[in-house]
Every structure is written in C-alpha cells, then in structure tokens.
C-alpha cells in the first residue's frame, strides 16, 4: 500500500528543490494533498542545507512568493537554536508544566491506529510503513493524544520519533510541546471539522465532531482511556567492523550529518558514526535505520558504517579527524565546524517562534 521513501542523490534532491513551486506551497500546504516538499527526511539527515533550498528557491521565484515556505524552513533553524542554548531541557517542559496529566504512557488507541478517526489511523498505518507524515498529522496526532486523552507529550514523543525517517529531535520533540502547551502557554486543538477540511475524507458523528475549543474540556472518550508502556528498541543493521589506516584522514558522519560536500575533495575516509548510547536512549524502528544508511550511501560513496560509541573507533592515529557539529558530537574530539544556517547572525534561546521571526526580520 505505502512505498518506502527512496534514498536519493544530491543531483536528484536538487531537482526535486529546483521543481518546488512555493506560491502553490503556500497556498495548499495545510490540505494533506497540498504541494508539500516532502525534502524533510533529507533536511534532517543533513543532505540538503537550509540555505541551499532557499538560495535555489531565490534563483527561479520571487523572495515574495518564497516567504511562507522560507518561513517554515525557519522552524527548523529555530528548533535546532533552542535544542543548542537549552541542551537535554528539550526533553522536558520548556516552561509550562500542566498539573492535568492523566499518565506517562501512550494512548494505546492512537498508537494502535484504532481512534476511529479514520485519517488518524489510515496515518498511523502510513507512519508505520514509511516513516513519514505530513505535519498537520503529525500536530492532530499529538493534540488528540496530549489534549484530549491526557497523556504527557514526551512518550508519546518517543514513539513519533520511533517511527519517523526524518525523526530530527529538536524539532520533534519541541513540536510536542508546541502542541501540548509547555513550551508556549496555549495549547494546539483539533476537531473533526479542521480533519475534514484539510483531507479528503468525510466524516461525522464521531467523538471528535465537537467545537475546537470544547476538546480542552470534555471528558476523555472511551476510546482513548486505555493507556500502555511502549518498549522500544533499535535493530542495528550488519556491518563489517571498521578499520582506520594509521594516519589517514577521517570524516566523520552522524545520522543527522550526511551532508556530502562536507571536506569536499578531501581524500579521506568517510564514517557514518551510529552511537549506539544515542540510540538506546531514542530508539528507532528498522524502517528509519534502512532509511539512514540507504541515504548516508546514496550520497557518499564508500561510505563505511560504524556500530557503537566514538570510544570505539581507533581515532588516535588518524592524521586528521573532521566532522561537521551536532548537538550529539559535542564530545568528539577533532574538528568540529559550524552547520550552514538560514539566519547565522540569529542565534541563542528565543521562547516563542515569533519572538524568534521578530529577530530575524529586524537583522540586516
């Protein structure tokens, strides 16, 4: 039924970025067959740049018809800000906590695809079988489960980021609590109006056929009273242990780093670096590590793969040892450089996306 998404190469990516029309983007972004990019599991995984996408975008359109899907690029950036200046804060409430939490579980109901809201669980099978989402989904997925049942953002978090090939934790996890009102004091609502509005199914008479706001108050439907743990586990592929040649130059790759221009023409070798300290922590289901190493060698050839902890490569003889900086590499030795960003003149804790865009807008 759903196709896995395919790992591509940079030229293929910027075809697919230089196809974008984003006065069509902004326009029917909101419908879940809107003209959305879908470049965010290649966003994430640190093959496309920010800035590429929009410089690209300025190349073939005008800044104007550009400003909404530039906007939205800006989530990112501003996700990946506060994940910087507050560190593991991200995975616990910014600064709202609500005294209402009905449990720390998953709404069994939501993760099993059985809510009976039928474009809510036809997304979960997707979810399942891909590891994508359209972000409206993803924002009624965590509203039903937060702000209707009850349950605390961040397991139901964990089990979101389980699932998603472009699982980025910042903007992850900073979502949920966009949705649930700990990182701004409103929290984000859905009914089954919006639902019918923003896809192609019809539906009425259903639990969630309630005004917006009455979904912050009423009680919690029978159908999403049960609750559970969620055990999860990463299955790590099979790969042959890496060996490092006395003083050769090494780049180190992350999940989240696969930027092929990195150290551009540079003769060394290139490690994909899967710490498995990370990923017990956050784990993710084998759809997303497939999607990893599929795409990490779709875009760097001879890309070798690595296991385990930084500790567990033999670094202390490479000649050099390079890598570009992520919240995970913060204690890696070598050198780190700086990721390309929209708005590097932006940097630091901002409490609110709009205090954020207020900074930006007024920078030079």
């Not at 965010?40 to 190349?59: A, F, N, W």
Request: glycine fraction near 4%; aromatic fraction near 12%.
């Amino acid at each position: 039924m759903y196709e896995p998404f395919p790992a591509r190469t940079y030229e293929e990516l910027l075809e697919l970025v230089d196809g974008i029309d984003p006065v069509a983007y902004a326009r029917t972004r909101n419908h879940l067959d809107g003209a959305v990019t879908q470049l965010s599991p290649y966003i994430t995984r640190g093959v496309l740049s920010l800035p590429t996408i929009r410089d690209r975008l300025y190349e073939r359109h005008a800044p104007a018809d550009c400003a909404k899907l530039v906007q939205e690029l800006a989530w990112r950036e501003y996700f990946q800000n506060v994940w910087a200046a507050k560190g593991d804060a991200i995975f616990s409430d910014l600064r709202f906590s609500r005294e209402e939490w009905v449990h720390h579980e998953l709404v069994t109901a939501v993760v099993t695809g059985t809510t009976g809201i039928t474009v809510l669980d036809d997304a979960v099978a997707e979810l399942e079988a891909t590891g994508y989402l359209h972000n409206h989904t993803r924002m009624w997925l965590a509203s039903v489960a937060c702000n209707i049942a009850g349950a605390h953002w961040y397991e139901m978090g964990r089990w979101l980021y389980y699932h998603l090939i472009d699982g980025d934790p910042a903007s992850n996890f900073c979502s949920w609590q966009w949705v649930a009102g700990t990182s701004v004091n409103k929290q984000y609502t859905v009914n089954q109006a919006l639902i019918n509005a923003c896809s192609t199914r019809t539906q009425t008479a259903t639990w969630l056929d309630v005004e917006r706001d009455a979904t912050l108050s009423m009680p919690v439907p029978d159908v999403l009273v049960a609750h559970e743990p969620y055990p999860l586990q990463t299955t790590y592929p099979v790969v042959e242990p890496v060996a490092i040649e006395p003083d050769a130059h090494v780049v180190l790759h992350t999940p989240w780093t696969l930027n092929p221009h990195f150290a551009d023409g540079t003769n060394a070798e290139r490690i994909l670096v899967i710490d498995t300290e990370w990923f017990t922590r956050l784990p993710v289901s084998e759809v997303v590590m497939d999607f990893i190493v599929r795409q990490g060698s779709a875009v760097l050839p001879n890309l070798k793969v690595h296991i385990g902890t930084i500790d567990g490569l033999a670094l202390q003889d490479a000649a050099t040892l390079q890598y570009e900086e992520h919240p995970t590499t913060v204690t890696w030795p070598g050198t780190g450089t700086p990721r390309a960003k929209l708005f590097p003149s932006v940097s630091g804790y901002y409490p609110s996306f709009f205090k954020y865009w207020q900074a930006v807008t007024r920078t030079p």
